[in-house]
C-alpha cells in the first residue's frame, strides 16, 4: 500500500461522507483473507506505538508500590496502592474496574499480587498489563514518558474474525498525521502476517459515513477492466461480502462512538450553561448595587 493512496482515499473520505454535529472518528478497517486464525501462528496481537496521537484519550490505571505512589497520584488516571489489594474482594467493583480502563500498567515487584487480586478480571477483558507495551515497569521508572507513550500505543487483534478495526485519527485531524498512523499500523499488520498477500483490502471510514477503499480505482477504469477482473476458474471471488464485512464491524462501533461524542458535546453544553447561570446572579447583584 503507498503513502499517496492513503491520502487519496482520505481526501475521497471527507467528501462523501456526511458532516454531522460532533467530531467524528477515522477508523482504519483492514480484511484479511486466507487465514485460519484457529492455528496460533495465523493469530495477529501487536501493539503498535504510533507517531502521532490519535484523537482520543486513553485512560491508564496503575497498580503500584509505595516507590511510584505519589508519581502515579499526579500523572495516573487512577492508581491502586498494593496496600490497598485487599480491599478489592467485590466481584461486581473487579469487574467494572476492568473496563473502566484503556490500559493498566504495574510495578513489576508487585505483578505477583497483581495478577492473584486482579489477573481473573483483568484477564478476561483482554487488559493485563503486558511488557510488549511497556506496561510493567520498574519501580525506579519514569511514569511520565510511561503515561505519554500510551496515549499513542494501540493494539491490533484478529484472533477470531478476519476484519481489524482500528481509530487512527479524528475528522478534524492533520491528513498528514492521519496518513503517518495509517502506513504504521498496515506496515506493522503486514509484517505480523504470514504475508502481505493475507490482506484482501484496506479501507477508511468515518463514524456515520460509508466505508471508502484504499486504491481504488475510479469508475472509468473499473467499467473498462471489469471484463479482465473476473475470476477464472479455481480463482478466488473477490467476493461482495468483504465491503459488507467492512461495514459491519464498523457500524458495531458507530454506535458506541456516536454515544460518546455526543455525551462529550452534552457535557461541555451543560458545562457553558453552569457557567452562564452562574454569572446571571453576579450580574444581577452589580445591577442592584448601581440602582442604589
Known amino acids: 500500500m503507498k503513502h499517496q493512496e492513503v491520502t487519496t482515499a482520505l481526501q475521497n473520505l471527507r467528501e462523501v461522507s456526511p ?13 484479511l483473507r486466507s487465514l485460519d486464525l484457529k492455528k496460533p501462528e495465523n493469530q495477529v496481537d501487536i501493539f503498535i506505538t504510533l507517531h502521532y496521537p490519535k484523537g482520543k484519550k486513553n485512560s491508564v490505571c496503575a497498580f503500584v508500590g509505595p516507590e511510584l505512589l505519589s ?10 496502592s ?7 474482594t467485590d466481584k461486581k467493583q473487579l469487574k467494572k474496574l476492568a473496563h473502566s480502563y484503556d490500559y493498566f500498567l504495574a510495578q513489576a515487584n508487585i505483578m505477583p499480587k497483581v495478577a492473584q487480586t486482579f ?13 510488549k507495551a511497556g506496561q510493567i515497569v520498574p519501580p525506579n ?8 507513550r500510551l496515549q499513542k500505543t494501540v493494539r491490533i487483534l484478529a484472533k477470531t474474525q478476519g476484519n481489524i478495526q482500528t481509530m487512527v485519527g479524528k475528522e478534524d485531524s492533520d491528513d498528514k498525521e492521519v496518513a503517518d498512523n495509517i502506513m504504521t499500523i498496515y506496515n506493522a499488520v503486514a509484517h505480523a502476517l504470514p504475508s502481505e498477500n493475507n490482506v484482501r483490502a484496506v479501507y477508511l471510514k468515518l463514524t456515520m459515513g460509508p466505508p471508502v477503499k484504499i486504491g481504488e480505482k475510479p469508475e ?12 477464472g476458474p479455481g480463482e478466488e471471488e473477490p467476493a461482495k461480502d468483504t465491503v459488507a464485512a467492512a461495514e459491519k464491524a464498523a457500524e458495531e462501533s458507530s454506535a458506541k462512538d456516536v454515544k460518546e461524542e455526543t455525551q462529550e458535546a452534552a457535557e461541555e453544553s451543560s458545562a457553558e450553561k453552569q457557567a452562564a447561570e452562574k454569572q446571571a446572579p453576579e450580574k444581577d447583584s452589580e445591577e442592584q448595587k448601581k440602582d442604589e
Open 19 to 31: 458532516k454531522r454535529n460532533f467530531k467524528q472518528t477515522i477508523d482504519l478497517i483492514i480484511a
Open 141 to 148: 521508572a519514569n511514569l511520565k514518558s510511561v503515561y505519554s
Open 82 to 88: 498494593v496496600d490497598d489489594f485487599p480491599k478489592w
Open 119 to 131: 489477573g481473573k478480571y483483568l484477564g478476561t477483558a483482554g487488559k493485563m498489563p503486558n511488557p
Open 220 to 231: 472509468e477504469e473499473e467499467e473498462k477492466g471489469e471484463e479482465k477482473s473476473k475470476p
Open 71 to 80: 508519581q502515579a497520584k499526579e500523572i495516573m488516571d487512577e492508581c491502586i
